[in-house]
């Protein structure tokens, strides 16, 4: 006999007709939803932690805090007993062997370090970020006092409540150009996602086109090895009286693999190891120090020396020294 679709012709029609629309309804809804969740995400773009006053110190109070990513106990016992010079070089700082990180991964520990609100994953990261930097903190009772704070790491861990409390996180919402880029990239995102396979190509993008919207003054992250070199160029230290004390956070890769840091703290093509880049690390750090004290800033100076997490695995014990 015939095919079914050719005795129903005008039944089957109807049907596809029916069927069709169904579908493009839950995929407009979808889109709909899609875009409406991600709404937040402009919160996380629209920020950007840039490199202003990272060499720049205050002539009257300091605060420096070194967070090593990944720098277990152990990792700095092992460093310790290859440089016994250390104890000499950090004479008055206390070593403490009873810390455990708020969290296993950077991603969960740093941010609670930051704003001692932990994450208990019962929400989206970007929302508990978001909702963090909203909420009154150390650093707002910092900046009523007149301490220029600034935090140097990955723009990840900033909510845009984060730009009235630190002085090197800038609203990148305020210049039209780039907000354009910033809401282009996220809603060419959802309808990449959302969209059927054959029109994904219409909405695919390379995501160099929103990071070559960022300024020339952004924070490169984990980029230690140019840190340590600008920190040369600069011939160290500069000690203005724009505030009457500064804060900074330097947030390093300390411990954390992929290893091509050298010894002497530059970046190397080839592989070296955690030994040589925790070296590396420390080798900058107590440059840094001896800055402060040919300076005559390191007795008004508070000086932190720690990790956002431990060992790779479970990542619980860090280094501590204050």
Same mark, same amino acid.
């Given at each position: ?11 089957? !029609? ?12 839950? =995929? ?52 310790? /007993? ?91 919402? =305020? ?77 390093? =890769? ?5 290893? !091509? ?15 040589? =880049? ?18 005559? /800033? ?25």
């Amino acid at each position: 006999g015939l095919p079914p679709y050719m005795v129903f012709k005008r039944s089957w !029609r109807h049907i596809l007709m029916i069927a069709a629309a169904f579908i493009l309804v839950l =995929q407009v809804g979808g889109l709909a939803i899609d875009i409406y969740q991600n709404q937040g995400s402009l919160d996380k773009l629209s920020h950007e932690v840039t490199d202003e006053g990272v060499y720049e110190l205050s002539e009257g109070d300091n605060t420096l805090v070194f967070v090593l990513s990944s720098l277990d106990r152990d990792y700095y016992a092992s460093y310790k /007993k290859e440089h016994p010079e250390i104890e000499e070089a950090l004479s008055g700082f206390t070593e403490y062997k009873n810390t455990v990180a708020t969290g296993a991964g950077t991603m969960v520990s740093f941010p609670s370090m930051l704003t001692g609100s932990v994450y208990k994953k019962d929400i989206k990261y970007t929302r508990y970020i978001s909702d963090t930097w909203q909420k009154d903190n150390v650093y707002d009772l910092m900046s009523r006092s007149g301490a220029d704070v600034r935090i140097y790491c990955d723009d990840l861990y900033f909510g845009n409540g984060a730009v009235r409390k630190i002085d090197n996180v800038v609203d990148r919402a =305020q210049d039209s150009a780039s907000y354009q880029t910033i809401t282009t990239t996220i809603y060419r995102y959802t309808l990449y996602n959302s969209v059927p396979h054959y029109l994904k190509r219409f909405f695919w993008m390379n995501i160099s086109e929103y990071s070559s919207n960022k300024s020339n003054i952004t924070y490169e992250a984990y980029g230690d090895a140019k840190l340590f070199k600008g920190y040369d160029e600069n011939d160290g230290f500069d000690y203005t009286s724009d505030s009457k004390s500064a804060v900074r956070i330097y947030h390093l =890769q300390g411990a954390k693999a992929p290893y !091509r840091m050298d010894k002497a703290g530059r970046k190397v093509s080839a592989a070296t190891s955690r030994e040589e =880049q925790v070296e590396g690390e420390f080798n900058y750090i107590l440059r840094m120090i001896r800055d402060l004290k040919k300076n005559g /800033k390191y007795d008004n100076a508070r000086i932190i020396i720690t990790a956002d997490n431990g060992e790779e695995d479970m990542g619980e014990y860090v280094a501590l020294l204050f």
